[in-house]
């Protein structure tokens, strides 16, 4: 679309351009200028500027192809307002397959996560997106000192971690309500890699038996008359095939439970299904199981669970 | 000079321009934990239904007071008619068993005295939740009512024909033994010759007679083979 401003003729630039030689030179005058001609103006409606994320999400990440694409684009943004830039960010991550955590954690977010009061969720979302591997996710983050830790940090250290963030995956186990804030009991899972051999093209078997058999009469001088009979069977079976190696996560307990508190029922939150979790770890309670000795007595931690994410199946490196 | 340092002590007293405040969720704001109680505080109904729970209460500590610490083993020894009346009927369909029943009272009641807390704190607060502090409490009168729940079920009929065909060591003593397969010769004797049926479950297996194969055996059965010739 051509702006109606843009649309001056070329005499226009070179009065202005004249008006400068004049302002230096002092011996042009403006009334000398030729008599302007009126320019054909385009009467067609000006272009809708580009949709607000803050105000229409799905159509701002719609216009752009990947995820990547989509968070250079909030970046651009920033730099005119830091909430537009951020409702940008939002968008991407919620509303694509985001798994770009370097650029999340790159320098142009980091006052943003910072003070931002759902960074950490923002976080744990990506974490899931990208296969929900919890533990590995975790030591890069420490790398960028984002104070999100992992439950075994917790656990071994309460007073050092109480009251901050820990990121786990977990399942649930079993619920119990007290009014309306239940608390589920969460067993802790990581992914660990299997190797199996699965069979690749034709794969031959083979079956073979066989059985044979005899008689045998007659006589000798010595022994007289006699006969000798019996049979042998034999049976071989056997199979060839080629097989290649795969390795596959599988999610298994790490032994580590805990307590989550929930703001209220979720149905949405199954039982048996990994999530990642992030929660507020509210310190180690004493469990009634155990020995009687109360020193030696098992402790669980307790969390305040902030959000969960179900952890897509492929996991991202 | 004067006005000089008024101006500059109102210049030092004014107050700077604070930055924005963090919001409480933001990963930069300081930590915040909840220290209130979860669902799975140990309460007396987990107590009654035998099920895991965590300690963790709102009441708060004090200083000791032995006031408080008769207060507690009180509060604690008042439930204990109910609390081994229903493990009785439990384990018993209903049933009630006035000599269990006294037995678990008994038991209860000593293993009460260790709830005193030493009078620092409330052995239960409003809501019925343990104190951190009465695991050991808990664990004593957990285990009294398990016991009884086991005597009831294992031990209740074969005590009650105990009693009544006049066998020795019938009574409190049976309803031990017998769940601990610890009767003496001559109870048992009484017991199998008087009390068969009631006792069944209770009494050792007859050994010798219609005994499982044993490893050796089962071995040498499965071996086989033949040949021709």
């Not at chain 1, 008359?225 to 599988?250: A, C, F, M, W």
């Not at chain 2, 664990?139 to 074969?158: F, H, I, Y």
Request: glycine share 8%.
């Amino acid at each position: 679309m051509r702006h109606p401003s843009w649309t001056l003729p070329t005499w226009a630039l070179l009065g202005s351009i004249a008006a400068g030689c004049g302002a230096s030179h002092s011996h042009v005058t403006w009334t000398e200028a030729p008599p302007r001609e009126d320019a054909p103006i385009v009467t067609s409606a000006p272009e809708a500027p580009p949709p607000r994320a803050s105000a229409d999400p799905k159509a701002f990440t719609a216009r752009y192809p990947n995820p990547a694409l989509c968070e250079a684009a909030a970046r651009r943004l920033q730099a005119e307002s830091r909430d537009e830039g951020w409702a940008a960010l939002k968008a991407c991550i919620e509303l694509t397959p985001f798994t770009q955590i370097r650029a999340l954690l790159g320098g142009a977010w980091a006052e943003d996560l910072r003070v931002r009061p759902d960074a950490a969720s923002l976080i744990a979302r990506v974490v899931a997106q990208r296969g929900g591997s919890v533990s590995g996710e975790l030591q890069y983050l420490q790398e960028r000192k984002i104070p999100i830790f992992s439950l075994a940090s917790a656990v071994e250290r309460p007073d050092t971690y109480k009251g901050r963030y820990v990121m786990l995956r977990a399942r649930v186990a079993d619920q119990r309500s007290e009014g309306e804030k239940p608390t589920v009991w969460l067993v802790e899972h990581t992914l660990a890699s299997v190797e199996t051999n699965a069979p690749v093209g034709l794969g031959e078997t083979y079956d073979t038996s066989s059985i044979t058999s005899g008689d045998l009469g007659g006589q000798t001088q010595l022994t007289g008359p006699g006969r000798l009979g019996g049979s042998v069977s034999t049976q071989e079976r056997g199979s060839v095939s080629t097989t290649r190696k795969h390795y596959d996560n599988i999610s298994d307990e790490t032994g580590r439970e805990a307590l989550g508190r929930l703001q209220g029922a979720d149905p949405f939150l199954e039982a048996r299904r990994d999530y990642v979790f992030l929660a507020r770890f509210d310190g180690v309670r004493l469990t009634s199981g155990g020995t009687d000795d109360d020193a030696e007595a098992p402790r669980i931690p307790v969390l305040t669970i902030v959000s969960y994410h179900s952890p897509q199946a492929l996991v991202v490196y | 000079m004067k006005a000089i340092l008024v101006s500059l002590f109102l210049l030092g007293s004014t107050p700077e321009a604070t930055p924005p405040a963090i919001p409480p969720d933001a990963l930069a704001a300081p930590p915040v934990s909840n220290d209130a109680p979860t669902a799975w505080a140990c309460t007396v109904d987990t107590l009654r239904e035998g099920k895991e729970c965590v300690f963790e209460s709102d009441a708060a500590a004090g200083a000791s007071s032995t006031e408080q610490d008769t207060a507690n083993r009180k509060l604690l020894k008042d439930i204990s008619r109910a609390l081994c009346t229903e493990a009785v009927g439990n384990a018993r369909d209903g049933r009630t068993d006035a000599t269990l029943i006294s037995l678990c009272e008994r038991r209860y009641v000593t293993a009460a005295d260790q709830c005193g807390l030493g009078g620092s704190a409330l052995i239960v607060d409003a809501k019925g939740r343990f104190a951190p502090g009465a695991r050991a409490c808990y664990r004593g009168l957990s285990s009294v009512l398990q016991e009884v729940q086991l005597m009831a079920t294992v031990a209740a009929p074969c005590c009650e024909c105990a009693a009544r065909k006049g066998c020795p060591g019938a009574a409190d003593r049976c309803y031990a033994d017998v769940s601990q397969q610890q009767t003496s010769p001559a109870t048992l004797a009484c017991l199998s010759e008087r009390c068969e049926d009631a006792c069944s479950v209770a009494l050792p297996s007859q050994s010798g007679a219609s005994s499982a194969p044993t490893a050796r055996e089962r071995q040498r059965s499965s071996r086989s083979g033949s040949a021709s010739l």
